[in-house]
């Protein structure tokens, strides 16, 4: 339960910072958290296959799906006028990465990509 505590107010502090450097926050479920000028990640103890079906949930449950590639563990799709890139890949049998990133017109949208992978976690944990 503190575990799963932690990790939401470490995923909620992402809302508070972006920038252009690397931002890495606190150990999570299985690591950390990173966030970058247009993407966020973070590791998460489920299957790969769990975070692929609750990724797509998340961006048909938002907006919309353009393309997808379960094999590679992709999802690509537009949410709020945001192009948003979901990469799912799995560290061990039992942990899984998910990086997503948000560009709207061409320019980095972290609020979007921070609110997607915000909402991934809580369905996750």
Request: charged share 20%; hydrophobic share 40%.
């Given at each position: 339960?503190?575990?799963?505590?932690?990790?939401?107010?470490s995923?909620?502090?992402?809302?508070?910072?972006?920038?252009?450097?690397?931002?890495?926050?606190?150990?999570?479920?299985?690591?950390?958290?990173?966030?970058?000028?247009?993407?966020?990640?973070?590791?998460?103890?489920?299957?790969?296959?769990?975070?692929?079906?609750?990724?797509?949930?998340?961006?048909?449950?938002?907006?919309?799906?353009?393309?997808?590639?379960?094999?590679?563990?992709?999802?690509?799709?537009?949410?709020?006028?945001?192009n948003?890139?979901?990469?799912?890949e799995?560290?061990?049998p039992?942990?899984?990465k998910?990086?997503v990133?948000?560009?709207?017109?061409?320019?980095?949208?972290?609020?979007?990509?921070?609110?997607?992978?915000?909402t991934?976690?809580?369905?996750?944990?």
């Amino acid at each position: 339960m503190l575990r799963n505590i932690f990790t939401v107010i470490s995923i909620s502090l992402l809302l508070l910072f972006s920038g252009c450097a690397p931002l890495i926050l606190g150990a999570g479920a299985a690591g950390g958290y990173l966030a970058s000028a247009d993407s966020v990640e973070a590791s998460f103890d489920v299957t790969r296959d769990e975070a692929y079906k609750i990724s797509r949930k998340i961006i048909l449950d938002k907006g919309e799906i353009l393309e997808e590639d379960e094999q590679a563990g992709f999802i690509n799709g537009y949410v709020v006028n945001t192009n948003v890139k979901i990469y799912i890949e799995e560290t061990t049998p039992s942990t899984t990465k998910v990086r997503v990133s948000g560009r709207r017109f061409l320019t980095p949208d972290i609020s979007t990509a921070q609110n997607i992978l915000m909402t991934i976690s809580k369905q996750l944990l």
